[in-house]
C-alpha cells in the first residue's frame, strides 16, 4: 500500500513518517537548513510504502506529483494550529486525484492534547461530503511517540481495493537518478500492468527506448513488479542518459506510448474558487506527475460558475502521455490556487466538431469507467463506430482482451473500425440504395467505386473503415465488386434498346475498315442519324469496355486496339525499336491515323516514345484484354 501525507507546511508529516519507519526523508541540505520539506521523500515499512510531500504552498506541484501515485491518503493536521489553508488545498487536490481512502493523523498531541475535540469537530465539518468524511483521526505525537500504534492499524485497515493488474504497465516517474556501478535509476509507482526484468519498454513523451536490465518493488529486488507498487526501475537504452529522463515522464508499453497534445474533459470547478471559469483560460494542468500549461476550452457552454462540472477541450503546452479517466488538476494562470480538475474522457480527441451535439453525446458515453459500458454508449450514439486503436489505447487494452471486448460489446469490426450492428446495417441500407439509383440511371456503367459511395454517406467512415465494410458486405453477398466499381449482385450492364440498335448498325460500320474505322460524323452521315447521337451511344460503349476512344470522335473495338497492341510488337527492328512507318505499312491506315494510335499507346503505357522511335512494352500488352 502506497500511503502520501498531505496537509499544511510544518505540521508534523515528516516527523511522523520517521516515526513510523525510521526514515529520515528530507535528505537535501536546503531542507535541513529551512526545517522544511522541498522534495518528495520515500520510506519504506514492510506494509507500507510512504512518499512524504512537502506543505509549502511553493511546492504544490511537488506535492501533485507525489500524490498522484498514492492509494491511500495521510492527512495531516497539527493540534496547536488546527486547519490551515494547505490543509484545505491538499484535500482539494487529494478528492480531485479520486483518492477515495485516508487516515487523518491530529499530530504535535504532546503539544496541544485538550485541542482534539475542537479540531476533530472543525475537521469533520471539512471533510463533510469528501471521500474522507468517515476517515479515522488518530491524535499522535512523534516526538512522545503516542498514538503510532492506532495510526499503523488505522493505516491497515484504509488498505485501498488492488489496482488494475491487467492493461500494458505504465509507470509515472517522479524521481531519476544515476548510481554508481548501476546506471540509471528511475522510481514512479506502476499505475497498470506489470514490468520484469529485460522488458523492452518505452519512454514517454521521448520515445526513447528503454531495456529494464534490473528493478525494486517497495525497496526490495524482485524479477517482476505489479500494478500499484512503487517500483525502481534500473534502465538502460542506445540514446538514454540521465538527462533524458525528468519527473513526469512515464515508462511503459510501446503500444500505449502515443504522446498527445490534446484531451477532452470532464472537470469539475471547486465551489469556493472567487470566479467562474470564462472561455480559453490558460492554466497549469497536472497529470501523473507531470505538469504543462493548457489552454481550457468550454464545449458546452461560455462560462462554468464554482461547483459546476463540464466537459472541456485541454490544448496543451507540450504533448504529454495520458490515457482516458486519468485525472487532471488544474491550478490558476499564476500557479497560486487549485481551481478544479477531474477526468480525461479522450486523449486521442478529434480536431473538427468538437463542440458538436454528436461529440458531446460521444463524451457523456466515455465517462463510464468501465471500458464495457464506454464502449457500448459509444456505439449507441451517432455515428455508432469508433477508432478501434485509439479507443483500446486509450483505455490500455491489450490486444486479445479487445477481441473480447469488442465480442461483448457486440460491435462488428471492420478494418480499424468498431461499429454497432445498427451502424452497420445503416451504412449497408444506404451503400445498397445508393447503387440501387445508380444502376437505374446508369445502366450501362458498372457501377461506383468505393470513394463515391463514401461521400453518398451521411456520417463518413474513415476511408481505410469504409473499406472494410465494403468487403464485409461483399462477404455477404449484399453488393459484388468489379476491378474497382461496386454494384449490386444482380446488375449487368445493358444498353438501351435504342443505343442497342445503333450499336448493331455502327457495328459492321467498324469491322469494315477496322485500322482505319470511320469517325463520328461518316458514321452519322452514314447512317442517316444525328451526330450527337452516335456519339452519345458510342461514348457509352467506350464506358462499357466495347470501344476504345482513340481521338476525338474516333473509335476503335477494344479488340482491335489489342490487336494493332501486338501487331506493335511484332514490328519492332532488330533492336527493339518501333517507328511510325513500320507501324503504318503493317496496318496501312496512312500516317496521321498510325501516329494517334501510337500517340494512345504511350498514353495507355502500351509503348514508351523516346524521339522519333518506341520500345513496346511486352508486359502491358494485355491493357485492352
Ligand atoms: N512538539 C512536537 N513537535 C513536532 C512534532 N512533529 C513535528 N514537530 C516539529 O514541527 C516542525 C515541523 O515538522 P516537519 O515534520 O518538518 O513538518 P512537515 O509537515 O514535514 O513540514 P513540510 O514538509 O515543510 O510541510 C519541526 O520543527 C518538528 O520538530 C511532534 O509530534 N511534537
Ligand atoms: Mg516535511
Known sequence: MIVGTAGHVDHGKTALVKALTGVDTDRLAEEKRRGITIDLGYAYTPEFGFVDVPGHERFIHTMLAGASGIDTA?????????????????LQILTL????????????ADLAPDRVPEVSADLRTLLAGTPFADAPMVPVSAFAGTGLEELRSALSAAAPPDREASGHPRLAVDRAFTLAGAGLIVTGTLVSGSIAVEDWLVLSPSGLEVRVRGLHAHNKPVRQA???????????????????VTRGDWVLHPDIHAPTAALDARITLLPDVARALRQDTMVHLHLGASHTMARVSLLDRDRLEPGEATAVRLTLARP?????????????????HTIGGGIVLDPFPPNRGRR?????????ALE????LGA????????????????????RNISAAAGADLVASVPAIAAGGLMLSPAAFDALRDTVLATLGRYHRTSPELPGLQADRLRLALPDRPPVAGFAAVLEALRQQEAIARDGPWFRLPDHRIGLSPRDEALWVAIRPLLAAERFRPPRVRDIASALSVPENAVRATMKRLTRMGQLVEVAADHFFPRETMAEMAAIAARAVDAQGLLTAAAFRDRLDNGRKVAIQILEFFDKAGVTVRSGDVRRVRTDRLGVFG
Open 74 to 90: 495521510l492527512l495531516v493536521v497539527a493540534l496547536p494550529e488546527g486547519i490551515r489553508p494547505q490543509t484545505r488545498e491538499h
Open 97 to 108: 486525484l479520486g483518492i477515495g481512502r485516508g487516515v487523518v493523523a491530529l499530530t504535535k
Open 226 to 244: 505489479m500494478a500499484g507498487q512503487r517500483v525502481a526501475l534500473n534502465i538502460a537504452g542506445p540514446k538514454l542518459s540521465k538527462d533524458a
Open 320 to 336: 504529454i502521455c495520458a490515457l482516458a479517466h486519468d485525472r487532471v488538476v488544474l491550478r490558476d494562470t499564476g500557479a497560486t
Open 356 to 364: 458538436t451535439p454528436v461529440r458531446l453525446a460521444q463524451l457523456r
Open 368 to 371: 463510464s469507467g468501465a471500458a
Open 375 to 394: 464502449l457500448r454508449g459509444l456505439l449507441a450514439v451517432a455515428p455508432g463506430w469508433a477508432d478501434r486503436a485509439a479507443f483500446m489505447r486509450a
